[in-house]
């Protein structure tokens, strides 16, 4: 008696659990039918557009751009020689120079006696008369992490003086030829470099100038 009881249960499990597999079944196959569309067969030939439209590759992706994350941010320069456009200037960074060295620099031909503007903002921290740069001046950017170098000056503009603060587009002195520019051969030497410490001006990390003058492209080390 208590045996058979026993059993009913079992049988009753079973048909449970079979009663759920069926209707597990028909839900699935009911959600099938429903997602998959009826496709009508067409007969598209290989060579039509359709099929050409598929089989056309994507176009590839353009490369990344590369990011420096050793920037110092953005310098909004300007040429520093009056009426000179930057198609007109040229990249003589990596030119060779007497005694093995670099140029480092970007020499901006221009007419005797044109202005000399401040590439930036900032602050004169040297009047200094080299063999090499002639007539020169040192000048730090307002952030105080970049000195413009400019050389072969003719003179300075009057009343320059060490200290002086200022602003981008000022005449601070006029093209020369003056250092081993040759006799001349009127240009701005124009440099800029990157220094850690602004009391050190000398000392830095040269960066080309072109890039910067040529489309404001940002600054990288
Ligand atoms: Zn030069």
Same mark, same amino acid.
């Given at each position: 008696?208590?045996?058979?009881?026993?059993?009913?249960?079992?049988?009753?499990?079973?048909?449970?659990?079979?009663?759920?597999?069926?209707?597990? =079944?028909?839900?699935? $196959?009911?959600? +099938?039918?429903? +997602?998959?569309?009826?496709?009508?067969?067409?007969?598209?030939?290989?060579?039509?557009?359709?099929?050409?439209?598929?089989?056309? @590759?994507?176009?590839?992706?353009?490369?990344?751009?590369?990011?420096?994350?050793?920037?110092?941010?953005?310098?909004?320069?300007? /040429? @520093?020689?009056?009426?000179?456009?930057?198609? !007109?200037? /040229?990249? +003589?960074?990596?030119? =060779?120079?007497?005694?093995?060295?670099?140029?480092?620099?970007?020499?901006?031909? &221009?007419?005797?006696?044109? @202005?000399?503007?401040?590439?930036?903002?900032?602050?004169?921290?040297?009047?200094? !008369?080299?063999?090499?740069?002639?007539?020169?001046?040192?000048?730090?950017?307002?952030?105080?992490?970049? $000195?413009?170098?400019? &050389?072969?000056?003719?003179?300075? =503009?009057?009343?320059?003086?060490?200290?002086?603060?200022?602003?981008?587009? !000022?005449?601070?002195?006029?093209?020369?030829? +003056?250092?081993? =520019?040759? &006799?001349?051969?009127?240009?701005?030497?124009?440099? $800029?470099?990157?220094?850690?410490?602004?009391?050190?001006?000398?000392?830095?990390?040269?960066?080309?100038?072109?890039?910067?003058?040529?489309?404001?492209?940002?600054?990288?080390?």
């Amino acid at each position: 008696m208590f045996l058979n009881r026993a059993m009913g249960l079992v049988k009753l499990r079973i048909l449970l659990v079979v009663l759920f597999l069926v209707i597990v =079944a028909l839900v699935s $196959i009911a959600i +099938t039918l429903r +997602t998959t569309p009826v496709v009508p067969a067409l007969d598209i030939p290989s060579s039509s557009p359709i099929a050409v439209a598929i089989g056309t @590759p994507l176009p590839p992706t353009e490369s990344p751009t590369s990011v420096n994350t050793n920037f110092f941010g953005t310098v909004n320069l300007i /040429i @520093p020689v009056a009426g000179v456009k930057p198609e !007109q200037l /040229i990249d +003589t960074y990596d030119d =060779a120079r007497s005694e093995g060295r670099v140029h480092d620099a970007i020499d901006i031909m &221009a007419p005797a006696e044109t @202005p000399v503007l401040a590439a930036a903002d900032g602050k004169i921290v040297k009047l200094f !008369q080299s063999e090499r740069g002639g007539i020169t001046i040192y000048q730090l950017n307002a952030n105080q992490d970049l $000195i413009f170098y400019y &050389a072969h000056l003719s003179r300075y =503009a009057d009343g320059l003086a060490e200290g002086d603060l200022v602003r981008q587009g !000022q005449i601070i002195a006029y093209v020369g030829d +003056t250092g081993n =520019a040759g &006799a001349g051969n009127y240009h701005l030497h124009f440099s $800029i470099a990157a220094v850690s410490d602004p009391k050190r001006y000398w000392e830095g990390t040269n960066i080309n100038p072109y890039p910067l003058l040529q489309n404001r492209a940002q600054l990288t080390p």
